[in-house]
């Protein structure tokens, strides 16, 4: 009951479109629609041809999930005059077709692939040489072989014919049929229109003239009462005879006029024949004979009239011979082309037309003459040269015999038609190509229950691979089934606005999330006049990574450069602390009780000092060594250290390559990294788990994403941690190279670990990688540059003591307090000091006093200028007199360029009063 309500749906929208539509395409579209639609098939399409051959089909798709791109094959095979199996069969038979297993006897076809598991039935639009093409729908096996659905799909076959030829009339006929009635309107000869039973159909005015008012009575009834009974006899008999042998008939009868006189009248009787070659009414022309005279001179008086009307026509008209010679043209036919009537007149028609179309003349004028009609298009050459696009149609005179007579055309010059369809197809393909090469993501929906939701009507090549979706899979189908998406972004209700108020809408950067995909997308949305709407869309996934890892990065810089400024006071505090610790400690050497709270106060300033280290390490100073190192011996003092130190349920699990590069920079600082990644892995498997250490060397090809930026392709040592912990969410992970932020407990870290990490690795112009997933555990991976040279080691000694021989020293430091310590510290072992808290004043006391420094102690942060601006001057000023650079910060010097600054040493505060005394030592007797 369900099926044969779904079929009577149907045939009832089917019967409304056969009133309703006059467009071929859209009636056929939706023919198909309705039928897939309603479930009744699962495909339908639909082939129109040219007197059966496949000369530019017109095809229509209803495929449920397909398009009309599904048909290229199809459309390419035909053209090639290959038709497939199902179609010859039934065109041949001239009924429907039923192939049973599509998978076997249509394994050649181009539609094969989508009739898998299904039955496929095909049947004539039409019958024999009427047939307007094909019509082929595919279903369920138990459905299509049934008898009565053969028949229902034959009968709704039989109503698409129907209706095409019905719309193919009213366009191709309407304007050949107002000529047709201007040309009967026009003649002075009577002319009437006679169905098979010889009813009235038409009449002309001259008919009315001659018959009066009697002849409305006789519509749709036969001519009996106007003529005497053996002339009536005579007509009938003579359109029986036309009936059975259908050429043009010429005889004489009486007839009656208006005013009730019998008069002698001439009569020729026409046949009209379908596409079949069957007689479906007659034409009937008649010429009122007063006298046996005027009989005799009927044929010359009526080619004269006939010939005066063929001349004289509105539309241009055209006689050939039976070898495609002009017998005539009439003047609308040479106003067209230019020429002068006897510049044509038995000249081969072929002759006239544009190159290319000669060779397809000489082909088809044969099958003309064959088949009796023809409807052609061409280019037809003018006089000057000039081409006219000619819509052309003609059928064949006959002799009384049956035998060829002459050929009667009519053309139109649609050559203005022809110029703006081509500049509409120049323009669809113009705009077609930016459609498939932009780079940019473009779809078109169709509103959907009053803008509820949104049909996808197309999407073009961009937009799938954007989208990941290819546009037969969502062709069809509601935008919010497909991206489930669309809501919670904002762009169904962009659409819902745009399609209400008309007005375009752009819906910025959103994410777009759901199962199978999540990107960062930008949208434009406008209403096109179809109603239709239209959204370029392009993907900013990429861009807002990057824009995230920039800020990031920037955020990162801006925290190292504010840990590196306190980091710079924090040391001068420190080397006050320490510096006056080691004097008490000095000056009191024999109390013990002073001598131990000495040793504590520098204890915790040592500490402090480790503090202040990592903070530096973290804004991404340079290794305070810069030698070339094996990572594998490094790592395997961390593991000794490592085993010790963590529980032993963390199980430890390492994997090595060989190793063949070594690295440049500070092992004590790689030594750190490992230290801290597996203390922090320690802490996320809650003491239980396991922990994987690798190290390998990989040549990287490509770019890689990391913390510090593109990991850039080249030769890597590549530290791998990684741990089956507690995991992080996508939030953590953005802050935890960021100084003091820790997920541990108060009281269980201090939240430098990673920081520590990352300014290490930077120093090391390395990068990082983490993956993490919440639960599951996280990766770390440190890449560290390889250089390609020997190993040069370098002894490590360790610092001797020395004492000064009365050296003048001058000390120079923003910091008063520093200045004091340096000066007791250095007169406590032996030396002569004068300090300063601006550089100007060096310079003023140098200009009397430089024969009596030996050497310069300099703080390099110091107002106005500073101590490497300085060093420069006094290097060119006073060459004899060295410098010793000191720096708790500065992105300017480093332990690696103080010589470019004309300085003979470097040392990082706050400063043990050992390695200061050693360093001036190595200085002065250097």
């Given at each position: 009951?369900?099926?044969?309500?779904?079929?009577?749906?149907?045939?009832?929208?089917?019967?409304?479109?056969?009133?309703?539509?006059?467009?071929?395409?859209?009636?056929?579209?939706?023919?198909?629609?309705i039928l897939v639609r309603e479930n009744i098939y699962s495909t339908v399409?639909?082939?129109?041809?040219?007197?059966?051959?496949?000369?530019?089909?017109?095809?229509?798709?209803?495929?449920?999930?397909?398009?009309?791109?599904?048909?290229?094959?199809?459309?390419?095979?035909?053209?090639?005059?290959?038709?497939?199996?199902?179609?010859?069969?039934?065109?041949?038979?001239?009924?429907?077709?039923?192939?049973?297993?599509?998978?076997?006897?249509?394994?050649?076809?181009?539609?094969?692939?989508?009739?898998?598991?299904?039955?496929?039935?095909?049947?004539?639009?039409?019958?024999?040489?009427?047939?307007?093409?094909?019509?082929?729908?595919?279903?369920?096996?138990?459905?299509?072989?049934?008898?009565?659905?053969?028949?229902?799909?034959?009968?709704?076959?039989?109503?698409?014919?129907?209706?095409?030829?019905?719309?193919?009339?009213?366009?191709?006929?309407?304007?050949?049929?107002?000529?047709?009635?201007?040309?009967?309107?026009?003649?002075?000869?009577?002319?009437?229109?006679?169905?098979?039973?010889?009813?009235?159909?038409?009449?002309?005015?001259?008919?009315?003239?001659?018959?009066?008012?009697?002849?409305?009575?006789?519509?749709?009834?036969?001519?009996?009462?106007?003529?005497?009974?053996?002339?009536?006899?005579?007509?009938?008999?003579?359109?029986?005879?036309?009936?059975?042998?259908?050429?043009?008939?010429?005889?004489?009868?009486?007839?009656?006029?208006?005013?009730?006189?019998?008069?002698?009248?001439?009569?020729?009787?026409?046949?009209?024949?379908?596409?079949?070659?069957?007689?479906?009414?007659?034409?009937?022309?008649?010429?009122?004979?007063?006298?046996?005279?005027?009989?005799?001179?009927?044929?010359?008086?009526?080619?004269?009239?006939?010939?005066?009307?063929?001349?004289?026509?509105?539309?241009?008209?055209?006689?050939?011979?039976?070898?495609?010679?002009?017998?005539?043209?009439?003047?609308?036919?040479?106003?067209?082309?230019?020429?002068?009537?006897?510049?044509?007149?038995?000249?081969?028609?072929?002759?006239?037309?544009?190159?290319?179309?000669?060779?397809?003349?000489?082909?088809?004028?044969?099958?003309?003459?064959?088949?009796?009609?023809i409807h052609s298009e061409f280019f037809l050459v003018g006089k000057k040269?000039?081409?006219?696009?000619?819509?052309?149609?003609?059928?064949?005179?006959?002799?009384?015999?049956?035998?060829?007579?002459?050929?009667?055309?009519?053309?139109?010059?649609?050559?203005?038609?022809?110029?703006?369809?081509?500049?509409?197809?120049?323009?669809?393909?113009?705009?077609?190509?930016?459609?498939?090469?932009?780079?940019?993501?473009?779809?078109?929906?169709?509103?959907?229950?009053?803008?509820?939701?949104?049909?996808?009507?197309?999407?073009?090549?961009?937009?799938?691979?954007?989208?990941?979706?290819?546009?037969?899979?969502?062709?069809?189908?509601?935008?919010?089934?497909?991206?489930?998406?669309?809501?919670?972004?904002?762009?169904?209700?962009?659409?819902?606005?745009?399609?209400?108020?008309?007005?375009?809408?752009?819906?910025?950067?959103?994410?777009?999330?759901?199962?199978?995909?999540?990107?960062?997308?930008?949208?434009?949305?406008?209403?096109?006049?179809?109603?239709?709407?239209?959204?370029?869309?392009?993907?900013?996934?990429?861009?807002?990574?990057?824009?995230?890892?920039?800020?990031?990065?920037?955020?990162?810089?801006?925290?190292?450069?504010?840990?590196?400024?306190?980091?710079?006071?924090?040391?001068?505090?420190?080397?006050?602390?320490?510096?006056?610790?080691?004097?008490?400690?000095?000056?009191?050497?024999?109390?013990?009780?002073?001598?131990?709270?000495?040793?504590?106060?520098?204890?915790?300033?040592?500490?402090?000092?480790?503090?202040?280290?990592?903070?530096?390490?973290?804004?991404?100073?340079?290794?305070?060594?810069?030698?070339?190192?094996?990572?594998?011996?490094?790592?395997?003092?961390?593991?000794?250290?490592?085993?010790?130190?963590?529980?032993?349920?963390?199980?430890?699990?390492?994997?090595?390559?060989?190793?063949?590069?070594?690295?440049?920079?500070?092992?004590?600082?790689?030594?750190?990294?490992?230290?801290?990644?597996?203390?922090?892995?320690?802490?996320?498997?809650?003491?239980?788990?396991?922990?994987?250490?690798?190290?390998?060397?990989?040549?990287?090809?490509?770019?890689?994403?990391?913390?510090?930026?593109?990991?850039?392709?080249?030769?890597?040592?590549?530290?791998?941690?990684?741990?089956?912990?507690?995991?992080?969410?996508?939030?953590?992970?953005?802050?935890?190279?960021?100084?003091?932020?820790?997920?541990?407990?108060?009281?269980?870290?201090?939240?430098?670990?990673?920081?520590?990490?990352?300014?290490?690795?930077?120093?090391?112009?390395?990068?990082?990688?983490?993956?993490?997933?919440?639960?599951?555990?996280?990766?770390?991976?440190?890449?560290?540059?390889?250089?390609?040279?020997?190993?040069?080691?370098?002894?490590?000694?360790?610092?001797?003591?020395?004492?000064?021989?009365?050296?003048?020293?001058?000390?120079?430091?923003?910091?008063?307090?520093?200045?004091?310590?340096?000066?007791?510290?250095?007169?406590?072992?032996?030396?002569?000091?004068?300090?300063?808290?601006?550089?100007?004043?060096?310079?003023?006391?140098?200009?009397?006093?430089?024969?009596?420094?030996?050497?310069?102690?300099?703080?390099?942060?110091?107002?106005?200028?500073?101590?490497?601006?300085?060093?420069?001057?006094?290097?060119?000023?006073?060459?004899?007199?060295?410098?010793?650079?000191?720096?708790?910060?500065?992105?300017?010097?480093?332990?690696?360029?103080?010589?470019?600054?004309?300085?003979?040493?470097?040392?990082?505060?706050?400063?043990?009063?050992?390695?200061?005394?050693?360093?001036?030592?190595?200085?002065?007797?250097?």
């Open positions: 009951m369900k099926d044969q309500n779904r079929k009577l749906n149907a045939l009832m929208l089917i019967n409304r479109l056969l009133v309703e539509e006059t467009d071929p395409a859209i009636f056929l579209d939706s023919v198909c629609h399409w639909i082939v129109l041809t040219q007197h059966n051959l496949p000369v530019e089909p017109y095809f229509h798709a209803g495929f449920a999930a397909g398009g009309d791109s599904s048909f290229e094959p199809m459309k390419y095979t035909l053209k090639m005059g290959i038709l497939p199996s199902c179609v010859h069969k039934s065109l041949d038979s001239g009924d429907s077709v039923l192939i049973h297993d599509s998978l076997a006897e249509c394994s050649h076809c181009p539609l094969n692939h989508h009739l898998e598991n299904q039955s496929d039935i095909t049947r004539p639009l039409g019958f024999g040489s009427a047939s307007l093409g094909w019509m082929t729908a595919s279903g369920d096996p138990l459905v299509v072989e049934d008898d009565e659905e053969k028949d229902f799909f034959s009968g709704i076959a039989d109503l698409v014919h129907y209706g095409l030829k019905n719309i193919y009339d009213k366009l191709t006929h309407h304007d050949l049929d107002s000529q047709y009635e201007a040309f009967l309107e026009s003649s002075s000869d009577i002319v009437l229109e006679l169905d098979l039973k010889g009813r009235l159909l038409k009449a002309n005015h001259s008919a009315f003239d001659l018959f009066g008012p009697l002849l409305k009575e006789r519509f749709g009834r036969t001519l009996e009462p106007m003529m005497n009974k053996d002339n009536f006899r005579l007509v009938e008999e003579t359109l029986n005879h036309v009936l059975e042998n259908p050429v043009p008939v010429s005889t004489v009868a009486e007839g009656m006029d208006w005013t009730g006189h019998f008069v002698s009248v001439s009569i020729n009787i026409y046949p009209h024949l379908n596409t079949k070659g069957e007689v479906i009414g007659f034409s009937v022309f008649l010429k009122n004979n007063p006298d046996a005279e005027v009989k005799k001179k009927e044929p010359r008086e009526n080619d004269e009239r006939a010939y005066n009307l063929f001349d004289n026509a509105p539309v241009a008209y055209q006689s050939l011979d039976e070898e495609g010679n002009f017998l005539e043209v009439n003047e609308n036919w040479l106003r067209i082309t230019g020429y002068e009537r006897h510049e044509v007149i038995g000249r081969w028609f072929g002759d006239f037309l544009a190159p290319g179309y000669k060779e397809g003349f000489q082909k088809r004028f044969p099958l003309f003459k064959k088949r009796g009609t040269g000039e081409l006219h696009y000619i819509s052309f149609d003609g059928r064949i005179g006959y002799n009384q015999d049956g035998s060829f007579r002459q050929t009667y055309c009519v053309l139109r010059d649609e050559t203005e038609k022809k110029k703006i369809e081509d500049a509409t197809k120049e323009k669809e393909i113009y705009f077609r190509n930016i459609f498939e090469y932009i780079n940019s993501g473009i779809s078109i929906f169709e509103p959907y229950l009053d803008g509820e939701d949104f049909i996808f009507l197309d999407l073009n090549p961009f937009g799938q691979k954007i989208s990941n979706v290819k546009l037969e899979d969502i062709k069809g189908r509601r935008v919010s089934e497909v991206f489930p998406g669309v809501s919670s972004m904002g762009l169904l209700k962009c659409l819902q606005l745009t399609h209400k108020t008309g007005e375009s809408q752009f819906l910025p950067v959103r994410e777009y999330k759901d199962d199978r995909l999540t990107q960062i997308v930008e949208n434009h949305i406008s209403k096109l006049p179809s109603g239709n709407l239209l959204v370029i869309f392009d993907d900013k996934s990429k861009q807002f990574q990057m824009e995230t890892r920039l800020r990031q990065t920037e955020k990162m810089e801006a925290i190292g450069h504010l840990a590196g400024g306190i980091a710079h006071d924090f040391n001068n505090i420190l080397s006050g602390i320490l510096g006056y610790a080691e004097l008490v400690s000095l000056k009191n050497a024999q109390d013990e009780e002073i001598h131990s709270y000495m040793d504590n106060i520098i204890s915790a300033g040592d500490r402090a000092k480790k503090l202040v280290h990592q903070i530096l390490s973290f804004s991404r100073q340079k290794p305070e060594k810069n030698e070339i190192f094996y990572i594998i011996p490094v790592i395997q003092d961390a593991l000794r250290l490592l085993r010790a130190s963590i529980p032993s349920s963390i199980h430890i699990k390492t994997a090595f390559s060989d190793e063949t590069n070594p690295v440049l920079g500070d092992s004590t600082s790689i030594h750190e990294i490992l230290m801290n990644l597996c203390t922090n892995a320690s802490y996320a498997m809650d003491e239980k788990g396991v922990l994987e250490i690798s190290f390998f060397e990989e040549n990287l090809e490509k770019e890689l994403d990391g913390i510090l930026g593109k990991i850039t392709p080249g030769e890597y040592s590549i530290l791998s941690v990684k741990d089956n912990g507690s995991g992080m969410d996508a939030d953590t992970l953005s802050h935890i190279f960021e100084p003091f932020f820790t997920t541990k407990k108060v009281g269980d870290g201090t939240g430098m670990g990673l920081s520590v990490v990352f300014g290490i690795v930077g120093n090391h112009k390395g990068n990082i990688t983490v993956h993490s997933i919440p639960d599951e555990g996280t990766e770390f991976s440190v890449y560290i540059p390889q250089v390609i040279r020997n190993l040069d080691s370098v002894p490590q000694q360790d610092t001797p003591v020395f004492k000064g021989s009365n050296e003048h020293v001058l000390v120079i430091d923003d910091e008063e307090l520093n200045c004091d310590l340096f000066r007791d510290l250095l007169i406590n072992k032996g030396y002569k000091v004068t300090t300063f808290c601006e550089s100007q004043d060096v310079l003023d006391y140098l200009e009397q006093n430089a024969d009596i420094v030996d050497i310069i102690v300099s703080d390099q942060t110091m107002p106005r200028m500073t101590g490497s601006e300085l060093s420069v001057i006094i290097k060119d000023l006073y060459p004899q007199i060295p410098v010793i650079l000191c720096s708790g910060y500065s992105t300017v010097v480093t332990p690696f360029n103080y010589k470019e600054f004309g300085a003979a040493a470097y040392l990082a505060k706050p400063v043990r009063i050992e390695n200061l005394v050693y360093t001036i030592h190595q200085v002065l007797t250097s």
